[in-house]
């Protein structure tokens, strides 16, 4: 993916907390985007929103979150 599509994810997951603010799968993958795009200090905000949601989340994201730092250390 390139910049310019995470830009276009993130105002999407944007949008649709604008609607729903209680959606923790959306918090976590605008977490992601934002992770991806080095945006470490909002993508950690997001992360947390997700937990206070859904703590059950937990296992899943910290996997996200290992892969996306993967990914975006091996597309450097």
């Given at each position: 993916m390139t910049l310019s599509q995470f830009d276009k994810a993130i105002a999407d997951?944007?949008?649709?907390l604008e609607i729903d603010s209680q959606l923790?799968?959306?918090y976590m993958n605008?977490?992601?985007?934002?992770?991806?795009k080095h945006e470490d200090a909002r993508a950690q905000k997001d992360f947390d929103?997700?937990?206070a949601l859904k703590p059950a989340l937990k296992a899943d994201m910290e996997k996200r979150i290992e892969l996306a730092k993967e990914l975006?250390?091996?597309n450097r």
């Open positions: 997951f944007d949008h649709v923790p799968n959306t605008r977490g992601l985007a934002l992770l991806l929103e997700c937990l975006r250390t091996s």
